[in-house]
């Protein structure tokens, strides 16, 4: 442990140049996929066909394609295709954010469209507005029961940042190997890239089992 924060120290420059270029693309990605994910689910949830079914379709098979082929598709021959040169930080950044677009549609469309009509039908009865039933029932219920997948997918969005490198990104995988191949301590250097994503998704993963245990009686 000594000797991981005696590299921590020494390289503290290099790995803060990391962690930063890291957190960057993990908080865009974040914000991109979930806004654009809650707006394509919702619409998808109220128009199934002309929506659902294409967003169900491009999900699918963005699913089945592994994410670095996916990048390296965009920052190579998409970019040869296209005759344009974009860098690497933004290819992640755009490939990460589609995939989590869609990860994310897929879980409000499907809470959306199974939201049990007896919670409508009740409010109904009670006297609520339908904007009433939207923002005190409908919102909440659905939050809570997609919150924990979409916290899941959050983290395996930020584990994926990792692929950057490969790019020549500049973000903490790539930091943690160029000290490494100075001085030559694998051991040391990867821990302390293990800690970095522990220190984050630890308590991410850890609010989301909690949510999901808490909230399991919601269907």
Known sequence: MREVFKILIEY????????????????????????????????????????????????????GVPVLVFLYWLHYPAQTILEIQVDGFTTTVFTLSVLNTFLVAEQVSSSVSSFPKEYIVSAEVCGLLPLQIIKEIQIPLIIKQILPSILFIQVVMMHSTLFGSLISVDE???????????????????????????????????????LKRKYSFIK
Do not use: C
């Not at 990391?18 to 979930?34: A, H, R, Y």
């Not at 191949?181 to 308590?203: D, Q």
């Open 12 to 63: 503290k420059e290099d790995f803060l140049i990391g962690i930063s270029v890291t957190l960057q693309m993990t908080i865009l990605i974040w914000v991109i996929g979930i806004l654009m994910g809650t707006i394509l689910g919702v619409l998808s949830s109220r128009h199934p066909k002309k929506i659902g079914i294409p967003i169900k379709f491009l999900t699918f098979f963005i699913g």
């Open 172 to 210: 903490i995988l790539r930091i943690a190997s160029r000290v490494n191949s100075e001085v030559y301590k694998p051991v040391e250097v990867y821990t302390t890239l293990a800690l970095f994503f522990l220190i984050i998704s630890l308590p991410i993963t850890g609010f989301a089992y909690y």
